[in-house]
């Protein structure tokens, strides 16, 4: 049975198919997903792991992506997505009372003048990173992001594209780089 790695980048994981649209060294399929349908059509596998892939393509191809991935499993086969989280990037931008999370010491702050108190970062700093994951790195063509997601925006259409059983899955890392790591399991019916 075949777990997917899509849009694996330079980030290739041992055991699953990598695919990408860049021929890097360890890419196993270099395929254009953002074409739809995706073709040639991939074997039903086990599970796929999209890890900063969703954001790069247009919200308009969101849905039909998440419908890639449903046929692209069986079953219950497991989908587990990386993405930006809008909620913790808003937080550092408004830079309101509540406080936000410190891309550097990756701790809950409240700043005091202009700076994160544990790390001494400035808040406009902190912005520019989180402004980075808005937009993405844009140090390859590729490598911009065009959507953005909330969990609740994120849970909706992976509901409707028919996965279920959907979690967050959160750790300090992902909070560092204002992400958030959501696991669903394909179930019978896609609503879409
Ligand atoms: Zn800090």
């Given at each position: 049975m075949t777990k997917y790695n899509l849009g694996c980048g330079s980030k290739i994981l041992p055991g699953y198919a990598n695919v990408d649209c860049r021929d890097l060294p360890g890419v196993d399929m270099v395929m254009d997903?953002?074409?739809?349908?995706?073709?040639?059509?991939?074997?039903?596998?086990e599970e796929i792991v999209a890890h900063d892939?969703?954001?790069?393509?247009p919200r308009t191809l969101t849905d039909g992506i998440l419908g890639e991935m449903w046929i692209s499993l069986v079953t219950d086969g497991k989908l587990e997505l990386q993405v930006p989280d809008l909620d913790l990037i808003a937080d550092v931008l408004v830079a309101g009372e509540e406080g936000f999370i410190c891309s550097t010491c990756e701790r809950h702050v409240i700043p005091y003048e202009g700076r994160?108190?544990?790390?001494?970062?400035t808040v406009t700093q902190i912005q520019e990173k989180a402004l980075e994951m808005v937009?993405?790195?844009?140090?390859?063509?590729?490598?911009?992001?065009?959507t953005g997601f909330t969990f609740a925006t994120l849970s909706g259409r992976l509901l409707r594209a028919g996965f279920e059983r959907i979690e967050r899955i959160d750790s300090e890392k992902h909070a560092k780089n204002y992400g958030m790591v959501v696991r669903c399991r394909k179930g019978v019916m896609n609503w879409s």
């Open positions: 997903l953002s074409r739809l349908p995706w073709t040639p059509s991939l074997t039903p596998g892939f969703l954001e790069h393509f994160c108190g544990f790390c001494q970062q937009y993405g790195g844009v140090d390859y063509p590729e490598n911009q992001h065009k």
